[in-house]
């Protein structure tokens, strides 16, 4: 182990100015977060160093990266994407929420890039589009997800620092209360085109799993859904089954943020029925108390989504049956509205 000092000098014996150590530290830290426990663990002197001067190198890296933008930097405390999601939290400004700021740049770029976020060339959904070049459409999308995702991100961090579930819908519903109908129009279809993604891939998914002969091919990834885990085709879920995931998978999505999908999906389409295990926890959890509810056994709070759409039918002054017309429009003048470089 070094001596307290031994960081603040050379081999020679020169010794360092403080704001030289701190400009290396800062360097390193906007490159890979993760070096600040080493850094922090490597000597009493640079540890004090490192946290008197914690919030100004946090700050420093704040303005090194555009795409931190999309990721609510501006709340004080927010959800850590630590699991399990939801029960920490890190403060603005401090080495911790470095750490998480880069981790959530990272999980918006996978899921952007992501089938699951898929809108170019889905005329069957109808999902938002514009006539526009397709390069250019690209471009307008990928900023809408950007700006949908950091709507999500503010939806689950208003949670920050709660455990009970009737108070996080409150806190939730007080903050879609506080949206205007484009940000509600936003979270709404960036939503339902996950869920909807989300129920193609699964069901191409079993499709692939099961043969000819009415037996799966792989059967060790469904082990969760079924036992025993040979099943015959009758029964393989169907599209309702699919579709009743497909609710679940949503309300996680804005009870936790962008991190649920991205843990979910961040191993590949073939884990996609076998996902991390924490996430599948959720996911049966969620299944197990649709059900309960269906039988009578249980209350039940409305799906976030549905609260979202209730928000927005209602300041946008539609029906519920005109709620997806209106809300593809709202998406489109946005985009419409979005200036992005031609040139990019």
Not at 326 to 344: H, P, S
């Amino acid at each position: 182990m070094s001596t307290s000092s031994d960081l603040l000098q050379t081999t020679g014996g020169i010794k360092l100015c403080p704001e030289l150590i701190l400009k290396v530290a800062e360097e390193l830290i906007a490159t890979d977060p993760e070096a600040i426990n080493s850094l922090l663990r490597t000597s009493a002197s640079l540890y004090s160093l490192l946290k008197t001067y914690e919030k100004s190198i946090c700050a420093s890296v704040l303005k090194r990266d555009s795409r931190l933008a999309w990721v609510n930097v501006d709340q004080h405390e927010v959800l850590s994407s630590q699991l399990p999601l939801g029960s920490s939290s890190v403060t603005k400004y401090t080495y911790p929420w470095v750490v998480e700021m880069r981790s959530r740049v990272n999980t918006v770029e996978f899921l952007v890039q992501y089938d699951l976020t898929d809108m170019i060339d889905h005329h069957a959904q109808n999902w938002p589009t514009l006539d526009v070049p397709k390069a250019k459409l690209c471009q307008l999308v990928m900023l809408f997800k950007r700006l949908s995702f950091s709507l999500l991100f503010k939806l689950a961090d208003c949670t920050a620092g709660l455990k009970e579930t009737l108070k996080i819908r409150a806190k939730q519903a007080e903050f879609l209360e506080s949206l205007t109908t484009a940000e509600l129009a936003s979270l709404g279809v960036i939503v339902e085109v996950m869920g909807q993604n989300y129920f193609t891939m699964t069901k191409n998914a079993l499709d692939k799993s099961v043969s000819a002969d009415d037996r799966p091919l792989s059967p060790a990834p469904l082990e969760w859904f079924f036992a025993p885990n040979t099943v015959d085709l009758v029964d393989v879920p169907n599209d309702n089954w699919i579709r009743e995931c497909m609710c679940v998978f949503e309300d996680l999505i804005q009870r936790f943020g962008p991190h649920f999908p991205y843990i979910f999906l961040k191993e590949g389409k073939d884990r996609l029925l076998d996902p991390q295990p924490w996430a599948r926890h959720m996911l049966q959890d969620g299944l197990d108390n649709m059900n309960a509810f269906e039988l009578g056994y249980t209350m039940s709070f409305a799906s976030l989504q549905s609260v979202v759409w209730n928000v927005f039918c209602r300041k946008e002054k539609c029906t519920p049956a005109d709620r997806w017309v209106m809300a593809k429009e709202v998406v489109e003048n946005e985009m419409q509205a979005y200036e992005i470089d031609d040139e990019a």
